[in-house]
């Protein structure tokens, strides 16, 4: 579900300097208005983002098993992977 994904990347952050929560629930509104989902859509969004988090928590961490001696790309796979990790905190609160 593509609006998942756009909820998450365009609307929803953990970041300190990101709007507070009840406004990016208000874009996360406006996201879904603008797709037109109906009831049984609008929940799967959360769903989609936190599969979406998921895929990226275990694509970054299979990456940083393969590429484990490339030590600048080992830490920041390691910076991606914390930072999806709270992203899906927050999705799931």
Known sequence: MGSGIHGWTWCISSKGERQPVEVQAAQVRCLIDAYGLNRDDRIRVFDSNLARQEWNVQFWSQRLRVDADMQPSSKKM??????????RALVES
Not at 78 to 87: A, C, L, P, S, Y
């Open 78 to 87: 390691n910076e991606i992977i914390g930072w999806t990790k709270q992203e």
